[in-house]
């Protein structure tokens, strides 16, 4: 398997732009997750999916961020508009309860850099 | 919720000696406990982890404790390598589908 993508890598953009993050889960899992990584706050959760519903999006800083799961494979996280505090590395995580109970399987991560 | 902290946020050890890094949480339904260990320019990996009918669990190295009364569990890595240089997160939740992590530690392990 080749575990959890997500693309791209890094994002540059400016401040304003709309920025999209996309995440490819590790098939056969039924949970989701959206994390930030930032110095100052950590690891936060924004939101997570089970079998593609949204279950928990209180994470989601404002209404600027929006996420989307059409389907298993295919997730999307949307920044509308950019902003430089938005700054972060954004990772994908996805989980079975199948065996493998809470165990979650990250992704590289996108790094965005809003200027 | 669930309010994870975790200390230290920076641990320097000799290669050869042994690293604690201690964690606590506020929600006493938490009953997962997870570490994780994140490379540089990776995402995270679970490394460990124990459950709240279990006191203490070990992989070869790598230990893990657990005080339910106090609220607090700790990771113990002996015999410290180089390559076990790495930011370790510790999470707690009472689903696991809803972890929260607490800020990490970068641990770095000097020959």
Redesign the interface.
């Known amino acids: 398997d080749a575990g959890v993508i997500q693309s791209p890598r890094h994002e540059v953009t400016e401040m304003g732009q709309e920025v999209t993050l996309r995440c490819k889960p590790i098939s056969g899992h039924d949970y989701l997750f959206w994390y930030r990584q930032t110095m100052m706050r950590g690891l936060e959760l924004l939101i997570y999916f089970n079998n593609n519903v949204p279950i928990d999006d209180s994470g989601m800083p404002e209404d600027r961020f929006s996420a989307k799961m059409p389907n298993a494979s295919f997730s999307t996280l949307k920044i509308q508009p950019s902003e430089p505090r938005d700054s972060a590395v954004y990772f994908c995580a996805s989980s079975s309860r199948q065996g493998i109970g809470e165990k979650l399987f990250f992704g590289s991560g996108t790094q965005l850099s809003v200027l | 919720g669930e309010n994870v902290e975790q200390h230290p946020s920076t641990l320097s050890v000799q290669e050869g000696d042994s690293a604690v890094i201690k964690c606590t949480y506020s929600d006493s339904a938490s009953n997962?406990f997870?570490w994780?260990k994140q490379e540089l320019?990776?995402?995270?990996?679970?490394i460990i982890?124990i459950r709240s009918n279990v006191g203490e669990k070990k992989d070869q190295r790598i230990a893990v404790t657990l005080n339910k009364t106090a609220k607090h569990f700790s990771l113990h890595i002996t015999e410290t390598q180089p390559e076990d240089s790495a930011v370790y997160?510790c999470a707690a939740?009472d689903?696991?589908?809803?972890?929260?992590?607490?800020?990490?530690t970068s641990l770095l392990v000097t020959p």
């Open positions: 997962y997870p994780y320019g990776k995402g995270p990996q679970l982890d997160f939740g689903s696991g589908y809803a972890l929260n992590f607490g800020k990490g």
